[in-house]
C-alpha cells in the first residue's frame, strides 16, 4: 500500500527522518545511500536511480532495496514523497495564509490553537531522537566545551533564552549575534571540541547553514533543532532534534522547540547538580550587590 503524499503533516512523509531513524538496520552499502541522501537533502534522491547509486558507488539494485526497506512500493512513489516534501519546505508564510478560511471568531482560534499546541508537543515527543537529545545534553554538560548558539530569523528568540539560561548554570556560553555581524565570521575562532548549537527552520538561512558547515570543518560539534523537513544544516549536525511545528495560523509554531529547549536546561542542570547550584548562587550575589548598590547614596 503506498503512502499518502498529500498530507505534508504525516509522520511517516519526512524521508530524512525516517531515514536517520532506520540507519540501524541498514546494511553497510544502504547505509552509504542513507549518508548521501542526508548530506545532499532531498536532491540526491530527486535524481535517476543510476545516478543516486554512483553518488554513493553502490549498485542501482541496492537502491531498490533500500528504498523498498524504507517503506516505499517503488522509486517512484518515493521521489512523489521527496518532491511534496520540497513544495512544503519552500511554502511561504503568505502561501500558508492564502490557502487557509480567513474568517474565524477569536475564541474558536484561541480554542483551535490550544489544541493544536497540544498535538503539536505530542508530535514532537514522536518525532525527537531521544538518543539525539542525550548525547545533546552531554556535550552541554561538558564545561570543558565552549557552547555557542545561533538562530534564525524567528528562532533567534530561542537561542538568546537557551544561551542565557545555560549562562546560569555554566560557563563558556555564547550567543552568536546576528545583529552584529556575518555569523559565520563570528565562528573564526571556534576550536575543536567546541559545540555550536543552530536552530534552523524552514525558509531555511544560507547563512545559518553556512555557519554549521563552516563549524563542523573546524572539529565543532554541531547540535540541529530543526523541523521535520530537515534543514540542509543536516548534514553537518551530529544530534538533530526535530520538533513539530504545526500551528493553527500560517506562521511555524515553536511550541514544541521551546519544550525540548526547556527540557534541555532541565536535564543539564540535573546533571550538573552542585557546581550548576553554586554558579547560580554566586550570580544571584553579583545581582543582589548590583541592586543595593544602585539604592545607595553616592561618595562615601
Not at 542526508?38 to 533500500?66: C, D, H, M
Amino acid at each position: 500500500m503506498g503512502r499518502d503524499v498529500t498530507n505534508d503533516t504525516a509522520p511517516d512523509s519526512r524521508v530524512g527522518e525516517l531515514v536517520r531513524h532506520r540507519l540501524a538496520s541498514l546494511s553497510p552499502a544502504e547505509r552509504k545511500l542513507a549518508r548521501v541522501l542526508l548530506a545532499s537533502y532531498p536532491i540526491a534522491g530527486l535524481e535517476s536511480v543510476a545516478r543516486f547509486a554512483e553518488r554513493a558507488g553502490v549498485s542501482p539494485p541496492t537502491v531498490t532495496r533500500f528504498i523498498t526497506k524504507l517503506g516505499f512500493t517503488g522509486y517512484p512513489e518515493f521521489q512523489e514523497v521527496l518532491r511534496h516534501e520540497v513544495q512544503a519546505r519552500l511554502s511561504s508564510p503568505l502561501k500558508r495564509y492564502r490557502d487557509e478560511p480567513q474568517e474565524q471568531a477569536a475564541g474558536s482560534l484561541l480554542t483551535d490553537s490550544l489544541g493544536v499546541s497540544r498535538r503539536s508537543l505530542q508530535a514532537t515527543v514522536e518525532q525527537l531522537s531521544h538518543h539525539d537529545f542525550e548525547e545533546a545534553v552531554a556535550l552541554l554538560c561538558d564545561v570543558r566545551r565552549r557552547v555557542l548558539v545561533l538562530g534564525g530569523r524567528v528562532s533567534g528568540q530561542l537561542a538568546r533564552y537557551l544561551a542565557g539560561q545555560l549562562h546560569l548554570l555554566r560557563p563558556g556560553v555564547a550567543l552568536v549575534d546576528t545583529e552584529r555581524g556575518a555569523p559565520a565570521q563570528q565562528l573564526i575562532d571556534v576550536r575543536k571540541g567546541d559545540v555550536l548549537v543552530v536552530f534552523d527552520y524552514r525558509r531555511y538561512q544560507a547563512d545559518t547553514i553556512e555557519s554549521a558547515r563552516i563549524a563542523s570543518t573546524q572539529g565543532c560539534s554541531v547540535v540541529l533543532f530543526t523541523d521535520p523537513w530537515l534543514s540542509p544544516a543536516s548534514a553537518f549536525a551530529r544530534q538533530v532534534l526535530v520538533t513539530s511545528v504545526e500551528t493553527v495560523g500560517p506562521f511555524d509554531s515553536l511550541v514544541g522547540a521551546t519544550a525540548v529547549v526547556e527540557a534541555m536546561v532541565a536535564a543539564v542542570l540535573n546533571r550538573l547538580g552542585p557546581r550548576a547550584q553554586s554558579r547560580m548562587q554566586n550570580l544571584e550575589r553579583l545581582r543582589a550587590s548590583d541592586v543595593i548598590g544602585e539604592g545607595e547614596p553616592p561618595g562615601g
